[in-house]
Every structure is written in structure tokens, then in C-alpha cells.
């Protein structure tokens, strides 16, 4: 555990910059709270770009505490056969990119879902409709623990799956399976050295912005129509697939 608070600090912090920081996850932290998610689809990409010492392991533990808060929230609400189905897609998935990362090319798996995702979004914007099966559940988690374990964005198919179910519900299961996968992956970057008590505290510096970007959301959610709520979904999961085509071709390796 460090001894001093420089030791807390990533190289090179300054004020500014955490402050930059701050108003990030305050407006990532809003939209999930509003969606049910749109945390990592906003925060993620940014991070990438101006913010990398929060990457991945301090986004991840805000956003663990930040699913835990949304599945409390709304515990009544959670749908716990579609979480399972879910869940067990995402972990699967991850499990496959992880086997399939040293064999094929990052850049070609990133960018075929990110197509893939965009493709989905405007056919639902034109009127088609994704049905919430067991069976599409399952899809949507396999894709998404590809997406997640390679780009650390995974939530854009949850979002075309669940975009016609009630708001309330979407919120309060996805919150369950973020939570799920942030500590499953939380406990793989640990194992391989990446997750250690720097990251655990910047992450937890972030967390009273976090919570008050949260609770912000909690009035919203009253008053925001359904509809509202499916576009938000849909404009969040093309903003996080073009958030991942900019990380892999923009930003260097």
C-alpha cells in the first residue's frame, strides 16, 4: 500500500488535468445513470485520448461502484434470467478474445465490431427491431465481452438488444452484469500486474464526482420519455462504436 500521497499519483498529474478528469466521469456517470449505461461508452475513449492514467483499471473500478449504485437503485427492476443470459455471454466472449488476441490482429477484431455496432444502430434508427431473447441476450454478451476485453468499450450491443424493454428494468439489469465484468476484470488486470493500490485510489479520488453525476441522474429518470431514453442508447452505442474505430486508428499502440 503507498506510503505518501505522490505515490497515489500517476506521472506527470496536474490539477487541470484532474479536473478534466472530473467533469468526464461527472457526464459519463450522468448518461448511465439516465440509460443504464453510456459510462465507458463516453469515458473510455476520452481517457484514451486525454486522460490515460485512468486506463483501464481506474475507469473500471468507477465503474464497478457505479453498477453496484445502479443495481441497488432499481433492485426491484432487475431481470435476472436476461442478466444470467447476459452475463454468460460476456464472459465467454471474453474468454474467446483473450485466446484469439495473440493470433489475430487487435485492429481487424476492433473495428469489425465497431462496423458492425454503427451498422446496428442505423437499421434500428430506420425501424428495425431487435427482439430480447434469451438466445439474442446471449449474443449481445458474447459481443460485447469481445468488444470489452479488446477495446474496454463493450456496452453498445447491450444497448440495441435492450432498447425497446422498459427503462427502468434495462438500468437495473445491465447494472448487474457491469458490476460482474468490472470485477472480473478488475481481478485479471491484478493477476497480471496491472491493478495495484495506485489505481485502486485515482479511481477512488473519482468516486464523490462519480456519485454526484449519479445522483444527478435520479430526478432525470423520472421525467424522461421512453422514447428519449431508446434514442440516448442508440446515440450512445454509435458515439462508443466511433470512440473505438478513433482509439484503434488514431491513437498509437
Same mark, same amino acid.
Do not use: K, Y
Given at each position: 500500500?503507498?506510503?505518501?500521497?505522490?505515490?497515489?499519483?500517476?506521472?506527470?498529474?496536474? @490539477?487541470?488535468?484532474?479536473?478534466?478528469?472530473?467533469?468526464?466521469?461527472?457526464?459519463?456517470?450522468?448518461?448511465?445513470?439516465?440509460?443504464?449505461?453510456?459510462?465507458?461508452?463516453?469515458?473510455?475513449?476520452?481517457?484514451?485520448?486525454? *486522460?490515460?492514467?485512468?486506463?483501464? @483499471?481506474?475507469?473500471?473500478?468507477?465503474?464497478?461502484?457505479?453498477?453496484? =449504485?445502479?443495481? =441497488?437503485?432499481?433492485?426491484?427492476?432487475?431481470?435476472?434470467?436476461? @442478466?444470467?443470459?447476459?452475463?454468460?455471454?460476456?464472459?465467454?466472449?471474453?474468454?474467446?478474445?483473450?485466446?484469439?488476441?495473440?493470433?489475430?490482429?487487435?485492429?481487424?477484431?476492433?473495428?469489425?465490431?465497431?462496423?458492425?455496432?454503427?451498422?446496428?444502430?442505423?437499421?434500428?434508427?430506420?425501424?428495425?427491431?431487435?427482439?430480447?431473447?434469451?438466445?439474442?441476450?446471449?449474443?449481445?454478451? *458474447?459481443?460485447?465481452?469481445?468488444?470489452?476485453?479488446?477495446?474496454?468499450?463493450?456496452?453498445?450491443?447491450? @444497448?440495441? &438488444?435492450?432498447?425497446?424493454?422498459?427503462?427502468?428494468?434495462?438500468?437495473?439489469?445491465?447494472?448487474?452484469?457491469?458490476?460482474?465484468?468490472?470485477? *472480473?476484470?478488475?481481478?485479471?488486470?491484478?493477476?497480471?500486474?496491472?491493478?495495484?493500490?495506485?489505481?485502486?485510489?485515482?479511481?477512488?479520488?473519482?468516486?464523490?464526482?462519480? &456519485?454526484?453525476?449519479?445522483?444527478?441522474?435520479?430526478?432525470?429518470?423520472?421525467?424522461?420519455?421512453?422514447?428519449? &431514453?431508446?434514442?440516448?442508447?442508440?446515440?450512445?452505442?454509435?458515439?462508443?462504436?466511433?470512440?473505438?474505430?478513433?482509439?484503434?486508428?488514431?491513437?498509437?499502440?
Amino acid at each position: 500500500m503507498p506510503s505518501s500521497l505522490a505515490e497515489l499519483l500517476p506521472p506527470g498529474f496536474i @490539477a487541470g488535468h484532474f479536473l478534466g478528469a472530473a467533469v468526464m466521469v461527472f457526464v459519463a456517470a450522468l448518461l448511465q445513470g439516465l440509460g443504464g449505461m453510456g459510462f465507458a461508452m463516453v469515458s473510455a475513449p476520452l481517457a484514451v485520448l486525454f *486522460f490515460p492514467e485512468l486506463v483501464p @483499471a481506474p475507469l473500471l473500478v468507477l465503474g464497478g461502484f457505479l453498477a453496484l =449504485l445502479g443495481m =441497488l437503485r432499481e433492485r426491484s427492476e432487475i431481470d435476472w434470467p436476461d @442478466a444470467s443470459w447476459l452475463i454468460g455471454g460476456r464472459l465467454l466472449g471474453s474468454l474467446v478474445a483473450g485466446a484469439t488476441l495473440s493470433v489475430l490482429p487487435t485492429m481487424l477484431f476492433s473495428t469489425l465490431f465497431a462496423v458492425l455496432i454503427l451498422i446496428g444502430v442505423i437499421f434500428s434508427l430506420s425501424g428495425w427491431r431487435v427482439e430480447p431473447t434469451h438466445r439474442n441476450m446471449a449474443l449481445a454478451g *458474447f459481443t460485447s465481452g469481445v468488444m470489452g476485453t479488446i477495446t474496454s468499450s463493450g456496452a453498445s450491443p447491450f @444497448a440495441l &438488444v435492450m432498447q425497446h424493454i422498459a427503462p427502468a428494468r434495462v438500468r437495473a439489469t445491465i447494472s448487474v452484469v457491469f458490476l460482474v465484468g468490472a470485477i *472480473f476484470s478488475l481481478a485479471v488486470l491484478a493477476f497480471v500486474g496491472l491493478f495495484g493500490w495506485r489505481e485502486f485510489w485515482l479511481g477512488l479520488a473519482l468516486l464523490p464526482i462519480m &456519485v454526484v453525476g449519479f445522483i444527478a441522474s435520479s430526478p432525470l429518470t423520472r421525467i424522461v420519455p421512453r422514447t428519449t &431514453v431508446r434514442l440516448l442508447l442508440l446515440g450512445l452505442s454509435g458515439c462508443g462504436a466511433i470512440g473505438i474505430l478513433t482509439r484503434v486508428w488514431l491513437v498509437p499502440a
